[in-house]
Nanobody, 124 residues
Framework: QVQLVESGGGSVQAGGSLRLSCAASGRTFGSYVMGWFRQAPGKEREFVAAIVWSGGSTYYADSVKGRFTFSRDNAKKTVYLQMNSLKPEDTAVYYC?????????????????WGQGTQVTVSS
């Protein structure tokens, strides 16, 4: 079993930055893929980014590429989503997720574990 706890959300003006954290506990993560998804009001949850725990390969949605950076700290079992140049359309609840299979990183249904979500609000 894996538990995920997000933190770091908040309110910021357009152009600003935030860093989200996701602390994981439970089973070891040698073969995990960690992902970030987000859900804006009235919209479906969408893929933001993913990282393969071993090796550190990263994947991003086109909408955040070049602005968001996904990183990990093995010792702390924590992943981070650095969000720069934020836009009002980035406003959403952001969810951390984890799975075992290193495939289909953008597909929500492939993730086994989810955090409770953290709100990010970007004002214009």
């Amino acid at each position: 079993q894996v538990q995920l706890v997000e933190s770091g959300g908040g309110s910021v003006q357009a152009g600003g930055s935030l860093r989200l954290s996701c602390a994981a506990s439970g089973r070891t993560f040698g073969s995990y893929v960690m992902g970030w998804f987000r859900q804006a009001p009235g919209k479906e949850r969408e893929f933001v980014a993913a990282i393969v725990w071993s090796g550190g390969s990263t994947y991003y949605a086109d909408s955040v590429k070049g602005r968001f950076t996904f990183s990990r700290d093995n010792a702390k079992k924590t992943v981070y989503l650095q969000m720069n140049s934020l836009k009002p359309e980035d406003t959403a609840v952001y969810y951390c997720a984890a799975k075992y299979v290193d495939l289909m990183h953008s597909r929500e249904s492939t993730y086994n574990y989810w955090g409770q979500g953290t709100q990010v609000t970007v004002s214009s």
